[in-house]
């Protein structure tokens, strides 16, 4: 679950900084790309540097008018490259979330329905073979101690899974994959 929360929070932070005053017509649309570039020094605990470039794109739609609170389609390549051997890895995204209050009050105790449909993470080595997928169908709710993302989070329960979605299923799945794939191990 750390990949798909880190990505989902993410997201979360950009539409904060990227939102316009709501208007009380159709739902606020928001393109938007972005890429970067980071070294973790310490990656997944090993020690180990890794340096990871990434790009995407999404589309984000926010109330009013709309079943959901928010929802966004992105798209995300992400290579991740061990400096002392040169293995790399390339994780693509795209897949389409929805985010729904559906129990408790926004600023208190209160429960989310995340709703992720499509390639949440397919794990590849540079050779093009697959590692890891997680992908098709997932909603989970997410329990806050105040407003998401902003406090701390309580529960997160899959309540539906048409996947697989070994990442979500196993926090450890992520770093597994990669120590394995980038030989730091």
């Not at 989902?8 to 570039?37: D, W």
Request: charged share 10%; hydrophobic share 40%.
């Amino acid at each position: 679950m750390p990949k798909l929360l880190l990505i989902v929070s993410a997201l979360a932070a950009a539409l904060a900084l990227a939102a316009l005053p709501a208007s009380a017509a159709n739902p606020q649309v928001i393109h938007f790309t972005f890429s970067g570039t980071n070294s973790d020094h310490d990656f997944c605990d090993t020690g180990m540097t890794v340096n990871d470039s990434y790009a995407g794109h999404a589309t984000v739609w926010l109330a009013p008018h709309q079943p959901v609170d928010s929802r966004n389609f992105s798209e995300i390549n992400d290579v991740f490259t061990n400096p002392a051997n040169g293995a790399t890895v390339v994780i693509h995204s795209a897949y389409g979330f929805t985010d729904t209050l559906i129990s408790g009050d926004p600023n208190g105790l209160n429960t989310h329905e995340w709703t992720f449909k499509g390639a949440g993470q397919v794990i590849r080595s540079a050779l093009g073979g697959v590692l890891s997928r997680d992908v098709g169908y997932l909603v989970v709710h997410t329990t806050w101690a105040g407003p998401e993302f902003d406090s701390e989070l309580i529960t997160s329960e899959i309540v539906l899974d048409h996947g697989p979605h070994p990442g979500m299923e196993n926090g450890d799945h992520f770093c597994n994959v990669m120590v394995a794939a980038l030989g730091l191990g």
